[in-house]
């Protein structure tokens, strides 16, 4: 058989492999993400724990110092403790019960979360975009917050 043949057939075979480890991974019920040797995704281990428990104070200290909030469909520009509040008032009214990470992407010093949070009876959509500059902590520029449509 032929060299690509070969090739093309290894390659599949990694696919399967990877996308079976990360398949048995969500299904295990586990929230956050695991830390890879380089701590690649280690920003998003906190954040889904604060997220999942409802610390908005927590979760504060991920935030740049501006960001942009998006809650429903409200959305702005605010100081970070402008941010911690509106997040604390939304957990205050939509009690949290769990947070599943279902897609993460990162690129040079950009990192993109979306999950499902189950809060207050509802399902709700959350975004977070995260930057780091020259070497420092990652910091959360956007957040966003939005209801789950129910599946029909």
């Not at 998003?44 to 991920?62: E, N, Q, R, V």
Request: charged share 15%; hydrophobic share 40%; net charge positive.
């Amino acid at each position: 058989m032929s060299k690509c043949f070969h090739i093309a057939t290894v390659a599949l075979a990694l696919f399967f492999c990877v996308s079976a480890a990360g398949q048995s991974f969500f299904l295990s019920g586990n929230n956050t993400l695991p830390q890879n040797t380089s701590g690649e995704y280690s920003v998003f281990s906190s954040i889904t724990k604060y997220l999942a428990a409802g610390d908005a104070a927590s979760l504060s200290s991920w935030f740049a110092d501006n960001l942009e909030v998006t809650v429903i469909s409200s959305s702005r520009n605010c100081s970070k403790k402008q941010a911690r509040e509106i997040l604390r008032s939304f957990f205050d009214a939509n009690t949290p019960r769990s947070f599943q990470v279902t897609h993460k992407a990162s690129e040079a010093n950009k990192k993109y979360l979306i999950g499902l949070l189950n809060a207050g009876g509802e399902l709700f959509q959350v975004s977070i975009y995260a930057t780091s500059s020259a070497g420092d902590p990652y910091k959360i520029q956007q957040l966003s917050i939005s209801r789950q449509m129910a599946a029909y």
